[in-house]
C-alpha cells in the first residue's frame, strides 16, 4: 500500500513537472508571436518588407523572438545576437554589408564575453595579473581571429526596403538582417581561435585561457 501510494505521488509530482515545463513553453511561444506581431506592423509602416515567396515577416521576427528569448539551464541567454545594417545599390551588395556588419557585432559579443570572463578570474586571483594583461591583449586584437571562427551562424531575419538617394535621385536598396549564435560554441570557437595566437608566444598561455574558460563552464 505505501509501495503504491509513493507511486502515485511520484506519478502526480511528474506530471505536474511536465504540465509547468509545458505551460512555460507555451507562455514563451505565446509572448514570441505577440512580439512578432508587434514588430512587423511597426515595421511594415516604416516601409520594410520582404522579397515575394519568402517566409512572412512575423514568422521571421517570430524566429528571431523565439531564439532571443530562449534560455540556458543556468537562466542565462542561450544565444548571442546581432544586428545588421547597410544600404547599397544592389540587394547583393547590401546583403553582404549587412551580414559583414551583423558578424562584426557578433564577433564583438564574443570578445567582450571571453575579456569578461578573464577579467573575472584576475579578480578572483585565479589568473596572474601578468598572465592576464596578455590574454587581455591577445583577446583585445583578435576580432578578426574570433569572426574567422564563427561556422554556425543562424539568420533569424533578412528585411529591405527602398532608399530614396538624394543625389542622384535614385533609388538604394536597404538591407537588416539579425543573426544568432549558440553561446557555448560561440565561446568554444573564439578559444580555440584565440588559444593558436597565443601559443606563438607560449603553450602555457594557451592553457591559461583554456583553464580559465573550463573553469567558468566552457570546456574544450
Do not use: H
Request: proline content about 3%.
Amino acid at each position: 500500500m505505501k509501495n503504491l501510494s509513493l507511486k502515485l505521488m511520484i506519478a502526480l509530482f511528474l506530471f505536474g513537472l511536465a504540465f509547468a515545463v509545458q505551460a512555460q513553453v507555451k507562455n514563451k511561444d505565446f509572448r514570441a508571436i505577440k512580439l512578432a506581431k508587434k514588430e512587423a506592423k511597426k515595421r511594415k509602416k516604416e516601409g520594410w518588407d520582404v522579397p515575394p515567396g519568402s517566409v512572412p515577416m512575423e514568422k521571421q521576427f517570430e524566429r528571431a523572438w523565439d531564439m532571443e528569448l530562449q534560455l540556458d539551464d543556468y537562466g542565462n541567454p542561450k544565444y548571442l545576437m546581432a544586428t545588421g545594417a547597410a544600404v547599397a545599390g544592389t540587394r547583393t551588395a547590401a546583403d553582404q554589408a549587412a551580414l559583414t556588419a551583423a558578424r562584426n557585432e557578433l564577433a564583438a559579443a564574443i570578445q567582450t564575453r571571453v575579456t569578461q570572463i578573464i577579467q573575472t578570474k584576475t579578480a578572483n586571483d585565479q589568473i596572474d595579473q601578468e598572465v592576464a594583461n596578455t590574454l587581455d591583449k591577445t583577446v583585445a586584437n583578435g576580432k578578426a581571429l574570433i569572426q574567422g571562427s564563427l561556422r554556425q551562424i543562424t539568420t533569424a531575419y533578412k528585411i529591405y526596403r527602398d532608399v530614396e538617394d538624394p543625389q542622384n535621385k535614385r533609388k538604394n536598396v536597404g538591407v537588416e538582417v539579425k543573426i544568432f549564435y549558440d553561446q557555448d560554441e560561440a565561446i568554444r570557437a573564439a578559444q580555440k581561435a584565440i588559444r593558436k595566437e597565443l601559443e606563438k608566444e607560449a603553450d602555457k598561455l594557451g592553457k591559461d585561457l583554456d583553464k580559465a574558460l573550463e573553469e567558468m563552464g566552457w570546456p574544450e
